[in-house]
């Protein structure tokens, strides 16, 4: 195995280890201390209930799942297509941009009651939520990517006779590329948030829901589960973006540029 | 048909002034020089002697404050001259997501061709090059010596009016530096390009150059011009050659490094 492999393997190795250690800490607590389940379950009972409700669980998990999906779209497609808007147009960067950033003091789930009036217990108010956090990264990562243009290469291509839209194709768009998948990942992780914070304040399905559920039935055991499967969400929906991101920026793994 | 005696680029009374925080400074003053159809001409100057706004004026980047600039005897403006010149500069400039191919293409998808019919062209020319099995390789895989001739294969294959040289080499280390002047002059003898080269190495002047000219530090204007008596087409071993010296010692003394100020 080449050394870059190993390192890769040992960087996996060691994160694994520590979440052992405080499992087995937390397992050992709980049984030595007597708590009762419905105050902190340990994970041996986590993992019973996942097993066990999986026929409620992941039907739930399916729908939150939905929402994020639809939501992160909504919001690459808003905040890439608003990026690009904001940078090409002087006159739409000063009267657009600041407001983007403005709108970003609202506290977009406090909007989730709101929309609940609106939209009703369905699939739209969760969407919205999850859209509306999802977008400010991507927005503010397309244009800081697309300022991020080397000004050389614009004069170079310029110099050649290449057309203001033909610069943003060949060089300010694919410039941006590294810096608006820094900001979807960033994206995809908080729309987690977004939808499980809309399904909180009123919803018929989805994780956050059970959570509330199972809260009032005392069946914590099946809401931290239910916690486990949004992590499990997030971690491989933030993977997902990475390998979206190899597979389209192929030549980043040979760029000496190094991110994390 | 243009006729032959018409300059390829004619530069008149050139003035160019940028502003610097508040001070008001003249890059170039009355600046005059022209460069034949397959002429080779290489200006020197200590930094700051408005060598690349020079450079920036012809490509049609920035407009001049007065003065006018011809390219095969007709007048332009700025914008007219974009699309007109190939522009080479020390930093190689390569698009780091694209392979070697497809930034040889570059020069000539920014001109008007299809990006495959681009990256065909610039496949067929790798060879000569230096650059044969690293078509599909990305710059990040290349060396510092190839990069730099994936750039000048960008910056040849367009075959623009003017092709326009700020320090090509100034990046490299100097072994690499010496093997590309003498591909590049071997490159130039198939070419035949008209040449306007950047440099304050005046060793690489003199044996890239039909001409040299120098520049007096900012404002800049011309100060010297020679000649270069060296024979077509240039080798190596012309370096130690009492031309080379000759020449070498005329510029160093115009540039007042030989402790002999200036006439």
Redesign the interface.
Known sequence: MSLPGLRRHVGWVSPLLLITVIFGFWEMAVRVSGTPLWLMPAPSDVLRSLVEDKDILLPNAFVTFSEVLIGFACAVVAGVGLGIAVYRSPTLNRALYPIIIASQTIPIPALAPLLLVSFGYGLEPKVIVTALVGFFPIVVNTVEGLRSTDRDVVNLLRSFGASRGKVFRLAEFPSSLPSIFAGARIAVAICVIGAVFGELVGARAGLGYLMIRAIAQFETPRMVAAIVLLSIMSTGLFAAVGLVERALLPWRKYSTVTDS | MRPARTPRLELEEIVSTYEEGANHLTALDGLSLKVADAEFVALVGQSGSGKSTLL?IV???ITQDSGTVRLNGQPTNAEQR??????M?Q?D?L????TTTGNAA??L????MSRSDAEQRAATELWRFGLEGFGDA?P??LSGGMRQRAAFLRTIL?R?DMV?FDEPFGALDALTRSDLQAWLAALWEQERSSVLLVTHDVEEAVFLADRVIVLTPRPGRVAFELTVSLPRPRTRSMIASSEFIRDRATLLQALGLLGTPLP
């Open positions: 920036d490509a049609g980047l974009l699309g007109r010149s190939a522009y500069q930093r400039l698009l780091p997501w694209r570059l020069g998808e920014a001109s008007g990305y990040a895989q367009p623009k326009l």
